[in-house]
């Protein structure tokens, strides 16, 4: 076989691999800037409208997960982790608990956002191979080395999300 034929099979298939994971719902790294609406409380709106009515607390969608794994809810919790490279995803989380945010329609935060937050979108569960594990820590600044084997995670599909200012 040419090294010329190697050569673009290898590209083929690393397109190919980039596409796959480029599909996964929020995560593009397209580098948009993010665009908030503010309101007077000083909280910042990225997204679809945030929905009326009270949010439940993200541990509390956790632990009753069935009850809340069909359709979108209003969920609360503290910013952990935000994607470094482009703000496409945060970790909400409460206590030991924690659901990775992925925002729809190419939504993204600022890298630097952190104190408490609404979400209105769609609990689920995941199996994450090894690479997207990887790939997640490197985002968030963390040694992918680290990293070994599948894992589940909890995520959240997230259509609207309100950033309330750090007291």
């Not at 099979?9 to 580098?31: N, W, Y």
């Not at 890298?111 to 769609?122: H, I, L, P, W």
């Not at 959240?156 to 999300?161: D, H, K, M, Q």
Request: contains cysteine; hydrophobic residues 40%; aromatic residues 4%.
């Amino acid at each position: 076989m040419s090294r010329t034929l190697i050569f673009a099979a290898l590209c083929v298939g690393l397109a190919a691999g980039s596409a796959v994971f480029a599909h996964e719902p929020g995560h593009d790294h397209g580098g948009a800037v993010p665009e908030a609406k503010v309101d007077a409380q000083g909280h910042s709106s990225f997204g679809q409208p945030m929905p009326a009515g009270a949010a439940i607390s993200v541990a509390d969608a956790i632990d009753n997960s069935d009850k809340y794994v069909a359709g979108p809810h209003k969920l609360s919790g503290r910013i952990g982790k935000v994607c470094q490279t482009a703000g496409c995803w945060m970790v909400l989380g409460e206590g030991e608990k924690s659901a990775r945010v992925f925002f729809e329609n190419g939504v993204v935060i600022p890298k630097d956002a952190a104190g408490e937050a609404e979400v209105y979108g769609t609990l689920s569960v995941k199996v994450l191979d090894e690479a997207t594990r990887k790939h997640l820590a490197e985002d968030s600044g963390q040694d992918p080395s680290k990293v070994a084997g599948d894992s589940k995670e909890v995520r959240i599909s997230a259509s609207s999300v309100v950033l309330k200012p750090v007291s």
